[in-house]
T-cell receptor
Framework: AQSVTQPDIHITVSEGASLELRCNYS??????LFWYVQSPGQGLQLLLK??????LVQGIKGFEAEFKRSQSSFNLRKPSVHWSDAAEYFC????????????FGKGTRLSVIA | GAVVSQHPSRVICKSGTSVKIECRSL??????MFWYRQFPKQSLMLMAT?????????EQGVEKDKFLINHASLTLSTLTVTSAHPEDSSFYIC????????????FGPGTRLTVL
């Protein structure tokens, strides 16, 4: 069965500190992997995606993620967090993403303190 | 490009009434649209897959007679919550995918439904 695990429900980091959000997936075929961010009461914004090729993917807002097939992971990183990054982050996996639904992790809530 | 809109963004209704939520792809043709539901502080759960011109495919546990989905054109899918009850209160999000080629899904901004 397809599944996504985000082990950390809530993470708090200081502004300017580095960030890593973990994501592990279980998928029978070649996965298409995504990270989305959601602010309270808002929809989803795509941060980055991995389909194939270079396993280190650059996204918007200074985020990057690394696909590690051997570990079934797709962790999201940012070298220096800004207060505006406080939000809910969702990792998702799909097949040929256009025509199959995504399976989402439960999300990680990021809090940023001064 | 690749913008998906939802209307309304927020709706409050009385228990027993029906509510229609629209999902539109504004600048592309979407052969497939997906409807997700998100309860407070939880993840998105797929409700149904909607293909243009055919019946929607519902996930296990989702009542097709309660959540009516229509995908009559390549740019519009509607979700009607019939005889809504307070437990239907949730955040409903749609996504749409391109007609041709692989690509990501594009998500709408969501609709907050509150049933009193």
């Amino acid at each position: 069965a397809q599944s996504v695990t985000q082990p950390d429900i809530h993470i708090t980091v200081s502004e300017g500190a580095s960030l890593e959000l973990r994501c592990n997936y279980s998928y029978g075929a070649t996965p298409y992997l995504f990270w989305y961010v959601q602010s309270p009461g808002q929809g989803l914004q795509l941060l980055l995606k991995y389909f194939s090729g270079d396993t280190l993917v650059q996204g918007i807002k200074g985020f990057e993620a690394e696909f590690k097939r051997s570990q079934s992971s797709f962790n999201l990183r940012k070298p220096s967090v800004h207060w505006s990054d406080a939000a809910e982050y969702f990792c998702a996996v799909g097949a040929n993403s256009g025509n199959t639904p995504l399976v989402f992790g439960k999300g990680t809530r990021l809090s940023v303190i001064a | 490009g690749a913008v998906v809109s939802q209307h309304p963004s927020r709706v409050i209704c009385k228990s027993g009434t029906s509510v229609k939520i629209e999902c539109r792809s504004l600048d592309f043709q979407a052969t497939t649209m997906f409807w997700y539901r998100q309860f407070p502080k939880q993840s998105l759960m797929l409700m149904a897959t909607s293909n243009e011109g055919s019946k929607a495919t519902y996930e296990q546990g989702v009542e097709k007679d309660k959540f009516l989905i229509n995908h009559a054109s390549l740019t519009l899918s509607t979700l009607t919550v019939t005889s809504a009850h307070p437990e239907d209160s949730s955040f409903y999000i749609c996504s749409a995918s391109w007609r041709r080629g692989r690509d990501e899904q594009f998500f709408g901004p969501g609709t907050r439904l509150t049933v009193l």
